[in-house]
């Protein structure tokens, strides 16, 4: 399992929902934190690492198992307030623009026991549950941006389809 980046297609998909049959899965988020810990993330979707389901996971520290939270098959219920504030994606390294997001979201999702939450989560957790859902939706930030901030940041966006590229 390795971090993909953009524009890799796998990354614009939809992705299919998780089931208890889908093998491995306690290995597979295991190797998902790691990824996600070894380049300084705070969330990672499973399209990020190849892998086309509805699972991502989360630590808004960045660190340590107590706020470790996975979410499989989640779901938005609903969204509160409005924040617009820079942010980063580990498929587009390098590259932090402004993005609008909810305040506050209603997230109805399983564990990775398949169990059922619904929570609320709001600041930067908030921020994290919707970039990573975005994700399952084959929804990258470049996608939530100004015509502005695309162009400011061309440069970069060209650098990585060319490193994709060869």
């Given at each position: 399992m390795d971090l993909i980046y953009y524009p890799n297609p796998l990354?614009?998909?939809?992705?299919?929902?998780?089931?208890?049959?889908?093998?491995?899965?306690?290995?597979?988020?295991?190797?998902?934190?790691?990824?996600?810990?070894?380049n300084k993330g705070v969330g990672l979707a499973a399209p990020q690492v190849g892998w086309n389901v509805r699972l991502f996971i989360a630590n808004p520290e960045g660190g340590g198992a107590e706020r470790e939270k996975v979410f499989v098959n989640p779901r938005i219920?609903?969204?509160?307030?409005?924040?617009?504030?820079?942010?980063?994606?580990?498929?587009?390294?390098?590259?932090?623009?402004?993005?609008?997001?909810?305040?506050?979201?209603?997230?109805?999702?399983?564990?990775?026991?398949?169990?059922?939450?619904?929570?609320?989560?709001?600041?930067f957790m908030a921020r994290i549950v919707q970039h990573e859902y975005d994700h399952l939706e084959g929804i990258l930030m470049i996608h939530r941006i100004s015509q502005a901030e695309k162009v400011r940041n061309k440069r970069l966006l060209d650098e990585l389809e060319e490193r994709y590229a060869s």
């Amino acid at each position: 399992m390795d971090l993909i980046y953009y524009p890799n297609p796998l990354l614009r998909k939809k992705n299919r929902d998780l089931t208890p049959d889908d093998g491995n899965l306690p290995e597979k988020i295991r190797q998902m934190f790691e990824i996600m810990y070894r380049n300084k993330g705070v969330g990672l979707a499973a399209p990020q690492v190849g892998w086309n389901v509805r699972l991502f996971i989360a630590n808004p520290e960045g660190g340590g198992a107590e706020r470790e939270k996975v979410f499989v098959n989640p779901r938005i219920v609903s969204s509160s307030g409005s924040v617009s504030e820079a942010e980063g994606c580990l498929s587009f390294p390098g590259l932090y623009i402004t993005v609008n997001r909810g305040l506050e979201v209603d997230v109805e999702y399983r564990d990775a026991d398949f169990k059922t939450h619904r929570e609320t989560f709001n600041g930067f957790m908030a921020r994290i549950v919707q970039h990573e859902y975005d994700h399952l939706e084959g929804i990258l930030m470049i996608h939530r941006i100004s015509q502005a901030e695309k162009v400011r940041n061309k440069r970069l966006l060209d650098e990585l389809e060319e490193r994709y590229a060869s």
